[in-house]
C-alpha cells in the first residue's frame, strides 16, 4: 500500500485507485488471440467472414483487435464499467503484442490502465486473392466486344472502359486481353450482371447472356457487344443515314439526313436493324470558301458547289469562312456535320 489518504486521492474499498489497478487491474480479458489475415490485402477473418481489404495489416489488425476485444472485456470486481481506449501494436515477425488502454469507474471514481494480450497471427489468402492468383475461382465471364471500332482504337473510349471495369474490381478474378477485346472473369454472377448493366448504359451495348459447362463447372458467359459510337458521326442503319446528336433517358436522339427528322432509337432498336459508320458518297470533307448574302460556297475534292443558305444546316457552334467541315449532300439540303482539322 502506499499510505495516502482518501483525502489525497480516491479510493476503491480499502485501496486507492493506483494501488487498486496496479494489485487487480482494470479488466478481465483474453492473454492470447488469433487473428487470420491475408498476406496480399491484409484482410482479417471474423466469424467466417472476410473483412475488405486494408492498406496496412497493422490497421486490419486493431481494426479486428478492438472489435473482438470489446465484446470480451469484463470489469474486474467492484468497478461497474470498463472500456477499451485505443489499441496499439507492436509486431514482431509472426506475432504481435497488443497494448489496449482501458478506462474504468467505480461510482464516481475513474481509473485507467493498460493490458497486454499477445497476438498469434496466421498468414494465408482470402478467397478474392486465392481466386486472382490462380486464376480460377469465377463463376462467370464477361466478353467485351466492340462495334464498329475497337476498343482500343479511341482512347478516351478504352478510359471509359477500364474505369467500369475497375467499378467492381473486389469480384473480378482476371482480366484477359484478347485482339477483340477483353474478357473479365467474375466470381459471382450478380457482379457479371452488374457490369454488363453499367456497359449497357454507358455504350449503349448489346446484352446476351449464356452458360456453359455442367454441374460443379457451369460458368455464366455475359456478351456486352458495345457501339463504339459518338455524338458527331454519321450512322447508317438499315440503309438510311443519320446524324447521331446525342442521348436521352429513351435511347440515341438522331437526324434522318435524307428527310430530316429527327427520330429516338432504342439500343436494342439500334442493333435489330443494324448499323455501321456512314461511307457512302455523299459524304465529303470541304471548306467554306465564302458566305456572303444568302449563299454559300463549298469546295472539296470533287470540285465546288454554291447553295442557297437556307438549304444549309450546320450542326456545329460556329461558322466561319476558310473552316474545314465534314459535309453531307442530300438531295434537299447540305449539312455541316461537324468542323475538321
Known amino acids: 500500500m502506499c499510505g495516502r489518504s482518501s483525502r489525497e486521492v480516491e479510493f476503491i474499498g480499502s485501496l486507492c485507485k493506483d494501488c487498486f489497478v496496479k ?10 488471440v488469433e487473428v487470420t489475415y491475408c498476406t496480399s490485402c491484409h484482410a482479417h477473418r471474423t466469424s467466417g467472414r472476410w473483412s475488405d481489404p486494408y492498406p496496412s495489416l497493422e490497421e486490419s489488425l486493431t481494426d479486428y483487435l478492438e ?20 489499441v496499439r501494436l507492436e509486431l514482431q515477425g ?8 482501458l478506462e474504468g469507474s467505480y461510482g464516481d471514481v475513474k481509473v485507467k490502465g493498460t493490458a497486454v494480450v499477445k497476438v498469434m497471427l496466421k498468414p ?7 481466386s486472382r492468383k490462380t486464376g480460377e475461382g469465377y463463376t462467370a465471364v464477361v466478353q467485351l466486344r466492340s462495334y464498329p471500332r475497337s476498343i482500343s482504337e479511341v482512347r478516351r473510349l478504352s478510359e471509359r472502359v477500364q474505369r467500369i471495369v475497375a467499378s467492381i474490381g473486389d469480384d473480378i478474378v482476371k482480366v484477359e486481353e484478347r485482339k477483340e477485346g477483353l474478357d473479365v472473369y467474375v466470381r459471382e454472377h450478380s457482379a457479371a450482371r452488374v457490369l454488363a448493366t453499367r456497359l449497357r448504359s454507358e455504350f449503349n451495348a448489346k446484352v446476351i447472356e449464356t452458360y456453359k459447362g455442367r454441374g ?15 455524338p458527331g458521326d454519321v450512322l447508317e442503319v438499315d440503309g438510311t443515314p443519320y446524324f447521331y446528336m446525342g442521348d436521352s433517358q429513351n435511347g440515341l436522339l438522331l437526324i434522318n ?3 430530316g427528322k429527327r427520330a429516338v432509337m432504342t439500343p436494342d432498336e439500334l442493333w ?6 456512314y461511307e457512302g458518297q455523299n459524304l465529303e470533307r470541304m471548306m467554306l470558301l465564302s458566305r456572303q448574302g444568302n449563299r454559300y460556297v463549298l469546295v472539296g475534292d470533287e470540285g465546288s458547289i454554291e447553295v442557297p443558305s437556307d438549304q444549309v444546316e450546320a450542326f456545329t457552334e460556329s461558322v466561319n469562312e476558310g473552316d474545314h467541315f465534314l459535309v453531307y449532300l442530300s438531295r434537299r439540303r447540305i449539312y455541316l456535320v461537324r468542323r475538321e482539322e
Do not use: H, M, W
Not at 94 to 101: I, K, N
Not at 216 to 230: E, F, G, M, W
Not at 272 to 277: C, E, I, S, T, Y
Open 257 to 259: 439526313l435524307e428527310t
Open 272 to 277: 435489330d436493324q443494324g448499323f455501321k459508320l
Open 124 to 130: 494465408t489468402l482470402c478467397p478474392v486473392c486465392s
Open 94 to 101: 509472426g506475432t504481435a503484442t497488443a497494448y489496449v488502454d
Open 23 to 32: 494489485r487487480y487491474g482494470i479488466a478481465r480479458l483474453p492473454e492470447q
Open 216 to 230: 460443379d463447372r457451369l460458368k455464366l458467359y455475359v456478351s456486352v457487344r458495345l457501339a463504339t459510337v459518338s
Open 67 to 86: 472489435a473482438y476485444l470489446a465484446n470480451k472485456v469484463k470489469p474486474v470486481e467492484p468497478l461497474e464499467s470498463v472500456g477499451i481506449d485505443g
